[in-house]
């Protein structure tokens, strides 16, 4: 039985809505046509499941939009019904593309111009939803969770703020410190792993990897980034290596402590296929050295795999690594805006989590766990048996 048909005696908490603002309109038409196929088929095959009063429809996506004055200012605006309906709002913070006019001057859309958006729809709903549930890929300020001097604390006042909007439960992937959750301890949060699809991308890329400890090793390029790798060496049976930036803390370059090295704890790694693993791809400068120091400790092919490839700095950096060797593969995932200028290198893999945005909500909206869908250790295996790899 495939997983979204074991739905289809279930009762939905209340009629499906989504609102996908228009900085996850590519991502909210792929989830919303994934979950207007299951639906019709369930119908079609369940007496139950076509018993429900708006259930099979032939799109759930809520016309809503955020138009702005020609001061910059903005307003949200929903255009049709959504009382008692559970909804699923979809915002990229990420997404640069966007821009608005402010006095004739033109202006990129920041990520505090998205999460202002996504206040402002909640504000539209004015309370008439059954449910609202927010998945944000990228967490709004996740990299500011933590106070370590005079400092705010943005992704945890956002939460705040977000829950006493009203909102039920958010969804993020890969947060950069899951323990941000701990600012809204009464309300749902959780942070979901792209493991399982970055692993299925990866052994449809390169199907001649060998999955073992002599032939394949999961590096962490820092020490912040190490659950996941040991998460991926664990469910692989392969080994974990790890690299620690060591700082010159009397200076401050760029907002930051410069790294002076990048020093190395693992097993040997010659004639290894390496995977690093991380959340982000910033500027890439950090992964580019430790590329760099994998190739001088003789790794063979290098594979880099990030939940986010922001590529603040451009490709350039990424081209010329992987002219001279360094790196054979990047992965990212769609969850963030992706520029042509990164999905036309021949080295960069796509990896699609549509599909798995619908399940979650086609599996929420049904009041159902997800916690199948959040350990996927058991799709890990089958898959490697599937390419052999087991």
């Not at 079609?44 to 910059?72: E, M, Q, V, W």
């Amino acid at each position: 039985m495939k997983r979204h048909d074991k739905l289809a005696d279930t009762m939905p908490v209340g009629t499906l809505g989504i609102i996908a603002l228009e900085s996850s309109r590519s991502m909210g038409q792929k989830v919303n046509d994934y979950i207007v196929d299951w639906r019709a088929d369930r119908a079609a095959n369940h007496a139950t499941a076509a018993t429900f009063a708006g259930y099979n429809k032939d799109s759930y996506l809520i016309d809503s939009a955020c138009p702005r004055f020609g001061s910059g200012e903005a307003k949200g605006i929903i255009r049709e019904s959504v009382r008692g309906d559970d909804l699923y709002i979809l915002v990229d913070v990420c997404n640069y593309s966007l821009s608005y006019t402010v006095c004739g001057q033109t202006n990129h859309m920041s990520p505090d111009d998205h999460y202002q958006d996504l206040k402002r729809v909640i504000a539209a709903v004015g309370g008439k939803a059954r449910r609202i549930t927010v998945i944000m890929p990228f967490l709004y300020e996740s990299r500011q969770h933590r106070r370590s001097t005079r400092e705010s604390l943005d992704c945890a006042l956002a939460l705040q703020e977000l829950t006493q909007m009203g909102v039920e439960s958010i969804i993020t992937f890969d947060a950069h410190d899951p323990r941000v959750q701990n600012a809204i301890p009464l309300k749902s949060f959780e942070t979901v792993q792209p493991t399982y699809q970055f692993i299925k991308a990866l052994l449809k890329r390169v199907p001649d990897i060998e999955v073992d400890p002599e032939h394949l090793m999961v590096i962490s390029p820092d020490e912040g980034a190490m659950g996941r790798a040991v998460y991926y060496a664990n469910v692989l049976g392969i080994d974990v290596g790890m690299f620690y930036k060591r700082r010159d803390y009397s200076k401050i370059v760029d907002g930051r402590n410069p790294i002076i090295a990048h020093e190395f704890l693992g097993s040997d790694l010659e004639g290894k296929d390496v995977i690093i693993i991380d959340d982000m791809i910033s500027s890439g400068e950090s992964m580019i050295d430790v590329a760099t120091e994998l190739k001088r400790r003789k790794a063979k092919r290098i594979f880099v795999a990030a939940t986010f490839g922001l590529f603040t700095n451009g490709m350039a950096k990424f081209d010329e690594a992987h002219e001279r060797g360094l790196i054979d593969l990047v992965l990212t995932t769609n969850l963030v805006y992706q520029p042509q200028e990164v999905l036309s290198r021949d080295y960069y893999v796509d990896v699609d989590m549509s599909k798995y945005v619908a399940l979650l909500i086609d599996t929420l909206n049904h009041d159902e766990s997800i916690s199948e869908l959040l350990n996927p250790t058991e799709r890990i295996q089958n898959i490697l048996k599937k390419y052999g790899k087991l």
